[in-house]
Nanobody, 115 residues
Framework: QVQLVESGGGLVQAGGSLRLSCAAS????????MGWYRQAPGKQRELVAG???????KYADSVTGRFTISRDNAKPTVYLQMNSLKPEDTAVYYC?????????WGQGTQVTVSS
């Protein structure tokens, strides 16, 4: 059973930055899809940024140019650097790891951006 633990969320003013971390309980490989999703109140969960199984990186249009995803397979941890935050980025952010077609999720970390 893989466990994912997110950290780094919090309250920040618009224009500020936060860095989220997601630590996995077991070794991860580059072929594993892994990324960050978010869910705002009353909205569906959406992909924010992720490493696809083919090694490519995908960003939501709304965060392109502001957010950067990175990973350190040795730790093993995936990061989300969020800059120029906007109030509409307010949501619970979840880490996801996909191994052989099964999705593992973290417990989520709240990000609140005040205007």
């Amino acid at each position: 059973q893989v466990q994912l633990v997110e950290s780094g969320g919090g309250l920040v003013q618009a224009g500020g930055s936060l860095r989220l971390s997601c630590a996995a309980s077991q070794r991860i490989f580059s072929r594993y899809a892994m990324g960050w999703y978010r869910q705002a109140p009353g909205k569906q969960r959406e992909l924010v940024a992720g490493f696809m199984g083919d090694g490519s990186i995908k960003y939501a249009d709304s965060v392109t140019g502001r957010f950067t995803i990175s990973r350190d397979n040795a730790k093993p941890t995936v990061y989300l650097q969020m800059n120029s935050l906007k109030p509409e980025d307010t949501a619970v952010y979840y880490c996801m790891l996909q191994i052989t077609g099964y999705d593992y999720w973290g417990q989520g970390t709240q990000v609140t951006v005040s205007s």
